[in-house]
């Protein structure tokens, strides 16, 4: 594939992964105006986001299967199409009720990128070129939880909150031109192959029979329990414990981000000359390190810098570890990458909003209890791992 094509190719399925968490992530800084907006309940307001998120790892279990029988292009095509109607609907009505099922279709198109994009990927290239295909798309995705509250907030403060729908509106119909325009069929369609909920059962039943698969996917579920921990109980942590401003965390955020991108990079340059397989597992071995660290920094010194040093190699190890296990999951199963591909999202989605709320229900707005947290969810993952790897003889 040539070089020009190949970047393209990875810029649009960055954007297919990123348009769904775009929309939430922007949404953020708005819920307050929502409310007074709709002159409704902070509860009903969050029933928005809450509905987004149930729509969001639900659909990744739809469009999967649909993208093995009928192809990539039409059914994220039909995802991206919901998605845009959905987001010019929510600027024009006037009722919360309405409003939070329109939240719930556009995350049931959104989820379509991001469940395709993956399948994309595994139908192009083989395990170890994958791993560096999925670390740019990472990278660049990654710029959207960076990003878009702080363009959000930007937004707000020169117009309404309807303005964020508009932007997503406006990347919702730019996306749909480029997977309509720039993006190949990667499956060939079988015109007497039709959708039956038998055979739909059956692969999702060989997906989760499939012990090395369930390995990577809830050993790299839960290391990246401990990024989303941390998203979720951070900001209290610099912000209330060890007072930054929100500009400061904010930049503090991006660096840590940058740590991910960091390694992410790193990892693709190794993965020529070493096994993603051997990189998987320093990856797994160096975050238990340092989030080790981590909890006893917090518990015996409360210091900034020596805490934001630890929780900036924690959330960088996971450069060595979300492309190379997504890579060789999804090697797994070339032949119904979209069905592999559902489960994983799915999988991953579920158990970061059930780790997100445990880190509330926990109250870990403290740097020993949120490390902790951390730690565990890094602890079991290297269980998982290693548990399988010792039983499990791998094969590519």
């Known amino acids: 594939m040539k070089s020009f094509r190949k970047i393209w ?50 659909g990744q279990l739809i469009y999967g299967p649909l993208s093995d029988v009928f192809g990539r292009k039409k059914p994220a095509l039909i995802g991206i199409s919901l998605f845009i109607i959905s987001s010019f609907l929510c600027i024009v009505i006037d009722n919360i009720y309405v409003f939070i099922a329109l939240r719930f279709v556009e995350a049931l198109g959104g989820c379509a990128g991001v469940v395709i994009a993956r399948a994309i990927v595994n139908d192009l290239f083989d395990t170890q070129e994958a791993v560096g295909i999925f670390a740019l798309m990472m990278v660049v995705s990654s710029l959207a939880p960076m990003l878009s509250p702080t363009f959000g ?18 990347l919702g119909v730019i996306l749909f031109f480029m997977i309509a325009f720039g993006l190949k069929e990667t499956v060939r369609h079988n015109a007497r192959q039709s959708f039956s909920y038998r055979d739909t059962a059956i692969k999702y039943g060989s997906v989760f029979k499939d012990k090395q698969f369930i390995i990577f996917i809830f050993s790299a579920a839960f290391a990246l329990g401990a990024m989303f921990a941390y998203i979720t109980g951070s900001s209290f942590v610099f912000i209330q414990v060890f007072g930054l401003s929100k500009q400061q965390y904010a930049m503090l955020f991006g660096i840590n981000a940058l740590g991910f991108v960091i390694l992410a990079n790193v990892n693709v340059r190794l993965v020529k000359k ?11 071995i160096l975050m238990l390190i340092a ?7 917090s518990f ?28 060789l999951a999804m090697a797994r ?40 947290v951390m730690f565990v969810c890094v602890v079991i993952a290297n269980l998982i791992y290693y548990s399988g790897f010792m039983k499990a003889n791998y094969s590519h």
Do not use: R
């Open 9 to 58: 190719l990875i810029f649009i399925l960055a954007l297919m992964s990123s348009i769904a968490p775009l929309s939430t992530d922007m949404y953020l800084p708005a819920l307050s105006q929502v409310q007074i907006s709709f002159n409704t309940s902070s509860f009903l307001t969050q029933l928005s986001l809450a509905s987004f998120f149930s729509a969001f790892a639900l």
């Open 153 to 170: 907030g930007i937004l707000l403060e020169y117009f309404s909150w309807h303005s964020i729908f508009a932007c997503l509106f406006i």
């Open 274 to 284: 070493i096994s993603c397989k051997k990189m998987l597992s320093l990856g797994f």
């Open 291 to 297: 989030v080790f660290l981590l909890v006893v920094s």
């Open 300 to 327: 015996f010194i409360s210091n900034f810098w020596l805490f934001e040093t630890c929780l900036f190699l924690s959330i960088a190890c996971l450069g060595f570890i979300a492309p190379n296990t997504t890579a």
């Open 333 to 372: 199963f070339k032949n119904i990458a979209g069905t592999a591909s559902a489960v994983l999202g799915t999988t991953q989605f579920a158990l970061a909003g059930f780790i997100s709320f445990m880190v509330g229900l926990l109250n870990a707005n403290t740097p020993f209890v949120l490390a902790f």
